[in-house]
């Protein structure tokens, strides 16, 4: 079985797509970057201790159980980009990004269940045990000149306000996008072909952990 750690509707609707049949299960980290902690490894970071969590929260745990768990953040001038937490603070934010071309991380990693009695740290997983498969994918996205009023009237839709980056573009925002460069799902919350990838993969790891 399949499980994501996600609550998000936007990764649940695009793992269909993939997968034809997946269950969720809660995973509730602690989403704070490590000071000097760079944004490609922050995200990563994130993926794998939200399918960690994932593996803690099931129940039952069968060998060939899958946990995948993703994370997405926006990057800007080397800064990570989180969920506006106010008005002001999604204005801030999408002011940064008018007109200019930015960076979006995701990061996808999958645990098999059988993997899970060799997890003890993230890092010593991946070196060592390879118990977790992991990618991030780089998406370039450039967006149009942005007036105050125009942030405004997005942040009064509600859309904004559980986004990173203060926007989804798959929504309202779509539209203040001039082009983009890389994997459009990724953006969206979840990279359909690099996490097509990882499953594969993550299937045929051997009982030792090595593919």
């Known amino acids: 079985m399949l499980y994501l750690a996600s609550k998000s509707p936007r990764r649940?609707?695009?793992?269909?797509?993939?997968?034809?049949?997946f269950e969720l299960v809660p995973a509730s980290i602690d989403e704070i970057a490590e000071p000097g902690e760079s944004a490609m490894h922050f995200v990563e970071r994130m993926a794998i201790e939200k399918a960690q969590a994932g593996l803690n929260n099931l129940a039952k745990i069968n060998p060939g159980d899958?946990?995948?768990g993703s994370d997405t953040v926006v990057v800007n001038a080397g800064n990570i980009l989180g969920k506006p937490e106010s008005f002001e603070h999604c204005l801030q934010m999408l002011t940064s990004l008018s007109n200019k071309q930015h960076q979006v991380l995701t990061a996808v990693a999958i645990i098999k269940a059988e993997q899970a009695k060799l997890i003890k740290h993230t890092d010593a997983a991946v070196s060592?045990?390879?118990?977790?498969l992991s990618t991030v994918v780089s998406t370039e996205v450039n967006f149009k000149e942005l007036s105050p009023e125009?942030?405004?009237q997005y942040w009064q839709t509600g859309e904004p306000q559980d986004k990173a980056g203060g926007y989804g573009i798959q929504g309202i925002a779509g539209k203040f996008?001039?082009?983009i460069n890389?994997?459009?799902?990724?953006?969206?919350?979840?990279?359909?072909y690099e996490t097509e990838q990882l499953l594969l993969?993550?299937?045929?790891?051997?009982?030792k952990g090595v593919l």
Do not use: D, T, W
């Open 201 to 207: 993969r993550a299937k045929n790891i051997n009982k």
């Open 150 to 152: 125009e942030i405004k």
């Open 177 to 179: 996008v001039k082009s």
């Open 182 to 192: 890389g994997s459009y799902s990724a953006v969206v919350g979840l990279p359909l």
């Open 12 to 21: 649940q609707e695009l793992l269909v797509q993939i997968a034809q049949r």
């Open 128 to 132: 060592e045990q390879q118990a977790v």
């Open 66 to 68: 899958m946990v995948l």
